[in-house]
């Protein structure tokens, strides 16, 4: 089964940027979405992105929109999510995810999980 392991998460001041990285090893068989969610202390964890396998398809939630780009090398089996304009309420764990459907973008879509990433941003 495919194991996931996240880096990149950090503190950073309201406006900067971060880029996180999903790195993906093991089998992949099924594997056609991976995603990326975040849990803030006290809440559920919510979806933020996916990418299906190929790259061919994105789906982003509302609040990141405009802001974080979800990208794919599949030569390094890598996911990365790169985040701009960063504000206070995107302080939380970050974790990639996979899923054997598409769409996916429930809590419970998804069979994978990283360890997460902590994401801090100061106001």
């Known amino acids: 089964q495919v194991q996931l392991v996240e880096s990149g998460g950090g503190l950073v001041q309201a406006g900067g940027s971060l880029r996180l990285s999903c790195a993906a090893s093991?089998?992949?068989?099924?594997?056609?979405?991976v995603g990326w969610f975040r849990q803030a202390p006290g809440k559920e964890r919510e979806f933020v992105v996916a990418?299906?396998?190929?790259?061919?398809?994105?789906n982003y939630a509302d609040s990141v929109k405009g802001r974080f780009t979800i990208s794919k090398d599949n030569a390094k089996s890598t996911v990365y999510l790169q985040m701009f304009s960063l504000k206070p309420e995107d302080t939380a764990v970050y974790y990639c995810?996979?899923?054997?459907?598409?769409?996916?973008?429930?809590?419970?879509?998804?069979?994978?999980w990283g360890q997460g990433t902590q994401v801090t941003v100061s106001s």
């Open positions: 990418i299906t396998w190929s790259g061919a398809t994105t």
């Open positions: 995810a996979t899923s054997t459907i598409v769409p996916a973008v429930r809590v419970y879509e998804y069979d994978r």
């Open positions: 093991g089998r992949y068989f099924g594997t056609v979405t």
